[in-house]
């Protein structure tokens, strides 16, 4: 199968209540969490599943499983998944403490959302967590990403990095080209080490 | 009179049609054109009025004109500057070239907007402005900044500085503190030397 | 006294150890503070004293009390303000909380360096802040904002606006200008209400 | 051979003339201008080689040419060909110019550095991109950046897109992560059709 990163957001089916991931904030996300380089992958809180999809393409020989507890995006989440053809992706329509019971291992955990419950979720992805696994995680409030790095701080086998990332895109308007910011993201990718 | 600098955006009456300088971008335009120690002040392209009424503050003894070729813009910049009291500023509902003709010297010239008509303002503006003289000029688009900064090295007796500013307001959602874009802007300064 | 705000970085003295707050971040922070239209102003962790000189121009009738415990930065603060002629500047060489104790009421405090005692500084400026006095504070870590955020939360009798300003100078290599990038920070200001 | 996208910058051989394409900005260039659905990439003005590379881990099957003319990047380049055993890359020590010449056609165009010849050199790699090829170039200066804008609004057959990426990295000192900025830059990816 063919890989790919970078889908353009506009090709994604999405609904106005559930915010998507950016593309540039998906392929760097995947990249930094070296995803194609991954067996099974959870996306944690995976919305219209932009991020499931994308990890989908860019790691065609892993298993990706979409994580989502609002049942409004699991409909459209799974009309993306038919839409892009993403056979490696298995939805699971609970919340992530539960669904993360099922799995013996994994490779790379993709925290999109966590819908206030960042620290447990944190904890149940550590137990389950490979020795070399990452941890990638997108947060655009200074409350999670604060918990994120008191969490990575007191649990010292991980390595992380954390970046912010702003984007701006260049929109054409007439001869103009303007400068149109898209909110930025902090991206904070761990390591687990022995 | 008291001084004053910093005028929370949502007092200004706005009109969606016409963009209006963000609240952070008018302060470090003024303070950096050093609109306080000015007479005579212009501001090109004025729009609703934003820049103008925040000057007339910052500058209590200064003399501010605002130009504004456009008529719904003034409709606006007038109900502001009367809502503001901002006794020390003159309308000029004309193109910026034909209201330059008038002024013997200017100290300071604020370039918010320029129609399509920068290296044009531009060169009408160095006609007038004083040595010492300050241009302050706010862009949005490639383009005319790129434009600005080829003429600003064409003229050698200008030193100039830019800057691109972005600010993220971080917004309460509940217990969460998220971060929201605005869009960036250049800020080009330039002082006339002998 | 002629008002200014903006003073060049450069033209402040420094010290390789002690940090300074940048040209753009000490405008935005007075302007937002409104520190010209105060009376008492304390600048806690003043460092070089940038924040403190600047405040003295902006606010030449105000009293403005630099605070800083460490004795090196100290001497340079002593030079900054001799080489200013900022007169309306007094300095205290000790801990925020020890300084705070010997005032009635405050109009503004700049909280530019904390030294690990941010929670504590909050509230001791807390009993000593005027109804409708301002915080004005500058973070560059993820955990003195997340911190101060909570304890804002916690005191709802303070209204808070929070912003991240990046700045970018565009530097003139050749015929190129380009940009090099400041350190961003996160500039928060409160309002004390009844 | 094993797929990869975002290597670690401090893993590259550099030297201090030569600046070196971040990691963020490289994975985003390769991924934006699809590198790994490629036969034929060129790298004009490699430098240090770290987008070559980078581009031969992304494309493992694909061709990359390195072409640089600067005979002190050249031998870094080399050797961090050989400590990535890049075996996909052929180095090309001469001006574009002369260096595109060989090519029939190619897939991908990577400008990272144009040595002043920008327009000549987009001029070049367009008589030799294919239908459906991309162009992804990589600016730090507004003259490039909008040189480049107006070639490709010039060029109608060219789609663009044009981003500002501004990547803070969070720094740990003691027990706090602060942000320190990376220059931010321009990445500009255009599709040629027919």
Same mark, same amino acid.
Do not use: Q, Y
């Given at each position: 199968m063919k890989l790919f990163l970078g889908i353009d957001d506009e090709n994604f089916l999405r609904t106005e209540k559930i915010?998507?991931?950016k593309r540039e904030i998906r392929i760097l996300t995947l990249a930094l969490a070296q995803a194609n380089d991954a067996e099974i992958i959870v996306d944690i809180g995976a919305g219209t599943g932009s991020l499931s999809i994308e990890a989908a393409k860019f790691s065609p020989d892993g298993n990706i499983f979409a994580i989502e507890? &609002?049942?409004?995006? /699991?409909?459209?989440l799974m009309k993306n998944i038919k839409k892009f053809s993403a056979d490696n992706i298995t939805v699971i329509n609970d919340e992530a403490s539960n669904a993360l019971k099922n799995f013996s291992t994994i490779d790379v955990a993709i925290?999109?959302?966590?819908?206030g419950y960042l620290e447990k979720i944190l904890d149940n992805v550590d137990e389950k967590l490979k020795i070399g696994?990452?941890?990638?995680? &997108?947060?655009?409030? /200074?409350q999670n990403l604060s918990?994120?790095?008191?969490?990575?701080?007191?649990?010292e086998n991980y390595h992380y990095d954390a970046i912010q990332v702003q984007i701006n895109r260049l929109k054409k308007i007439g001869r103009y080209d303007i400068a149109q910011a898209v909110n930025p993201i902090y991206i904070l990718t761990a390591t687990k080490n022995d």
């Open positions: 915010p998507m991931t507890k &609002n049942p409004d995006a /699991i409909e459209v925290i999109g959302g966590s819908g696994g990452r941890i990638a995680a &997108n947060f655009i409030s /200074i918990t994120c790095l008191d969490w990575l701080r007191r649990h």
